[in-house]
């Protein structure tokens, strides 16, 4: 189709973008303005998840993603811009930052926010991004104020009623017409008038956002932080084997804490989020390893050192022996 691409990277106005990937790592890498990691909870045999991605007025950008695989996902938005972020559809209840949360829901991430989502099943979603200039002269046109600073990552937004579903059909049909006829969203005009629609409504949604945070929102916060700090340490140290009691030496918490506090980010205890992290690792050292490397170095370089138990943890997670995802480096031409 006209003006749509295949490619990733910068594009220019209008110009709708969209990718299909077999590969969480190359789909994180491709969504902008936020540095993203997807960590799987399964694998199907044959991935097919995909994103969109829509330039539109005066720096905005819709991103529209559909993903098949179960996962956690984590963000951290880029400075300078405000993320609206809407579930679109899903298979099983979603949990981002805490919150179950659902369509028609809106959740708000403020500049340099962090956003941690599980997901236990296929699921669809957009990120609307902002330049924070641009967001709150619309703020002060449609309130008649700029939105206030909030120290939480995001502010969420149910709407009463069906009062949240305009705005995720205009996604819906804006990724529809991208699709069928991309060519009409090319012109400046076309461009401004969905800018201008999408900010609007978004304005309109977030009139369901609370002023401050109730008892329960504080307490996300404070496990966020928790959480996040956690997530930092870890990044910091990819090579490495962590256990429970480094995250709780690194947060200066008890596990107890450190347990409820990923418990309500994740809907997964610090164990099993080690885990995943561990073996999602692991397949990545195998994926860019050499024909000389031996599965068993790779997993005791992580922490797994009952080999059994390792392998068959990583065949459910992944549908793969270790040592089949390592041989697909002589194979090529394998799926």
Known sequence: ?????????????????ERQFSDLDEMAAAILHADVEFVPLSTPAHMDSR??????????????GEMDVPHLGHAVSHTGVYQLALPLASTTPLLWNGHAVERGHALLYRPGSELQATAHGP???????VPLA???????????????????NCRVARPA??????LAETVDRVRRVAREDAASLAGAEARRGLTEQ???????????????PAERERTLLSHSRIV??????MRARLALPLYV???????????RTLRSAFRNVYGVGPNRFLKLRRLNQVRRVLQRAGSGALVSEVATRHGFWDLGRFAGDYRRLFGESPSQTLRRLDDPARP
């Open 198 to 212: 999408l900010l609007g409504l978004t304005v309109q949604a977030l009139g369901g956002m609370s002023d401050r």
């Open 245 to 255: 009691a480094d995250l709780c030496q690194a947060t200066g918490v008890s596990e």
């Open 123 to 129: 699921d669809r979603w957009a990120i609307l991004t």
């Open 1 to 17: 189709m006209e003006n749509r691409q295949s490619d990733g990277g910068s594009s220019p106005p209008g110009a709708v973008v």
């Open 228 to 233: 996040a700090k956690a997530e930092e340490f």
């Open 134 to 152: 641009r967001f709150q002269r619309t703020m002060v046109a449609l309130w008649g104020t700029e939105l206030p600073r909030f120290p939480e």
């Open 161 to 166: 009623g069906a009062a949240g579903e305009p």
């Open 51 to 64: 994103l969109m991605r829509l330039e539109l007025d005066e720096g905005a950008t819709l991103q529209i």
